[in-house]
T-cell receptor, first 116, second 113 residues
Framework: AQKITQTQPGMFVQEKEAVTLDCTYD???????LFWYKQPSSGEMIFLIY??????QNATEGRYSLNFQKARKSANLVISASQLGDSAMYFC?????????????FGDGTTLTVKP | EPEVTQTPSHQVTQMGQEVILRCVPI?????FYWYRQILGQKVEFLVS????????KSEIFDDQFSVERPDGSNFTLKIRSTKLEDSAMYFC???????????FGQGTRLTVV
């Protein structure tokens, strides 16, 4: 069975500073994908970044980067230069298998608050 | 930019009534999903659908739930007889299968009273 653990229910960061949101995962399948989604107060789920289990380099998308440590089974999200609009719930998720068509398993989420 | 659209955005229904939540996945996607998020809680997988049949379902997806792709564009989730505990945000998602991520709709907030 797959499991995603996000140990930080809430995080605070000062505007313009960087913040790391933690995520650890557990699976016995060698092929998997890790995702981060942002859920603002309006409720929609916004895809941020993806890391494949065979990817050699850490994923980056603009201000978002994923610190992938395979041996530790961690996939932390780093947001650089935080903005007020980054305040939201952040979910780490995993999909297992080669087709990338399987279900996603989500963590409990981390609420990020950016302070001015 | 193509997106997954869901209607309605909010639905209030009486306990015991049937509801149908509608989704239009991205047009060239092949795999479709429904997820549920009870307020303030984690996102839970309900069902995945491929090639006009259910490929996987969770234990939440009992006989009260059904999914359908009635035409080439819509993907629906039906709850036959709603319970109070069905109140949640329901997300539809789709992926090409080789895509890296699933694209989510904006959600339908279902309130059962």
């Amino acid at each position: 069975a797959q499991k995603i653990t996000q140990t930080q229910p809430g995080m605070f960061v000062q505007e313009k500073e960087a913040v790391t949101l933690d995520c650890t995962y557990d699976t016995s399948d060698p092929s998997y994908g890790l995702f981060w989604y942002k859920q603002p107060s309006s409720g929609e789920m916004i895809f941020l970044i993806y890391q494949g289990s065979y990817d050699q380099q850490n994923a980056t998308e603009g201000r978002y980067s994923l610190n992938f440590q395979k041996a530790r089974k961690s996939a932390n999200l780093v947001i650089s230069a935080s903005q007020l609009g980054d305040s939201a719930m952040y979910f780490c998720a995993m999909r297992v298998g080669d087709t990338n068509a399987g279900k996603s398993t989500f963590g409990d989420g981390t609420t990020l608050t950016v302070k001015p | 930019e193509p997106e997954v659209t869901q209607t309605p955005s909010h639905q209030v229904t009486q306990m015991g009534q049937e509801v149908i939540l509608r989704c239009v996945p991205i047009s060239n996607h092949l795999y479709f999903y429904w997820y549920r998020q009870i307020l303030g809680q984690k996102v839970e997988f309900l069902v995945s659908f491929y090639n006009n049949e259910i490929s996987e379902k969770s234990e939440i997806f009992d006989d009260q739930f059904s999914v359908e792709r009635p035409d080439g564009s819509n993907f629906t989730l039906k709850i036959r007889s709603t319970k109070l505990e069905d109140s949640a945000m329901y997300f539809c998602a789709s992926t090409r299968g080789t895509a890296k991520e699933a694209f989510f709709g904006q959600g339908t907030r279902l309130t059962v009273v």
